[in-house]
T-cell receptor
Framework: EAGVAQSPRYKIIEKRQSVAFWCNPI?????LYWYQQILGQGPKLLIQ????????DSQLPKDRFSAERLKGVDSTLKIQPAKLEDSAVYLC???????????FGDGTRLSIL | GENVEQHPSTLSVQEGDSAVIKCTYS??????FPWYKQELGKGPQLIID?????GEKKDQRIAVTLNKTAKHFSLHITETQPEDSAVYFC???????????FGKGNQVVVIP
């Protein structure tokens, strides 16, 4: 079974620029998550989708971050404009349903100059 | 919200010895406790999980024990191998929307 696919693997941008990350979950997984992992810390949930609806976005900085999962399959996370403190690895995870184990992709490492 | 702490932050063990990592959690309503292994440049990989209706779960060289009264759970790795070297994260969740709260991670180094 193919795992969670993410692209790009690395991105370097200057502050105030915009960036987008893409995620394709494991086939058939209804629940999709975006996490932010700052160096030396555990992942922190940004947003959770159930099919194409948002379940939890309480920790998403909505003034600069947005995410969508229009057809209930793949998803895009955007940051606009980026700040220095956004430097982190952005991880996508998926689960069969909301109460099932989560499986992670390898993430996108974002560096802000 | 849930607060998860891991100890020790770094653990070095000789190859073949056992490694134990302990996590404590704050929310007594948490009922799902997974452990993830993260290698450099990779995403976290689920290695074992436990729900609050059982006290122990084993999978080959890996086991997890849960003490609900004391609000802690531990990862046990027996017969450690160099490929067990990684950062291990514990997490806890109440279920419901399944939001996981992660600890800060433990660096495990297996010395050949």
């Amino acid at each position: 079974e193919a795992g969670v696919a993410q692209s790009p693997r690395y991105k370097i941008i200057e502050k105030r620029q915009s960036v987008a990350f893409w995620c394709n979950p494991i086939s058939g997984h209804a629940t999709l998550y975006w996490y932010q992992q700052i160096l030396g810390q555990g992942p922190k949930l940004l947003i959770q989708f159930q099919n194409n609806g948002v379940v939890d976005d309480s920790q998403l900085p909505k003034d600069r971050f947005s995410a969508e999962r229009l057809k209930g399959v793949d998803s895009t996370l955007k940051i606009q404009p980026a700040k220095l403190e956004d430097s982190a690895v952005y991880l996508c995870a998926s689960s069969l349903e909301w109460d099932q184990p989560q499986h992670f992709g390898d993430g996108t490492r974002l560096s802000i100059l | 919200g849930e607060n998860v702490e891991q100890h020790p932050s770094t653990l070095s063990v000789q190859e073949g010895d056992s490694a134990v990592i302990k996590c404590t959690y704050s929310d007594s309503a948490s009922n799902y406790f997974p452990w993830y292994k993260q290698e450099l440049g990779k995403g976290p990989q689920l290695i074992i999980d436990i729900r609050s209706n059982v006290g122990e779960k084993k999978d080959q060289r890996i086991a997890v024990t849960l003490n609900k009264t004391a609000k802690h759970f531990s990862l046990h790795i027996t017969e450690t191998q160099p490929e067990d070297s990684a950062v291990y994260f514990c997490a806890a969740s109440r279920g419901g929307n399944n939001r996981l709260a992660f600890g800060k991670g433990n660096q495990v180094v297996v010395i050949p």
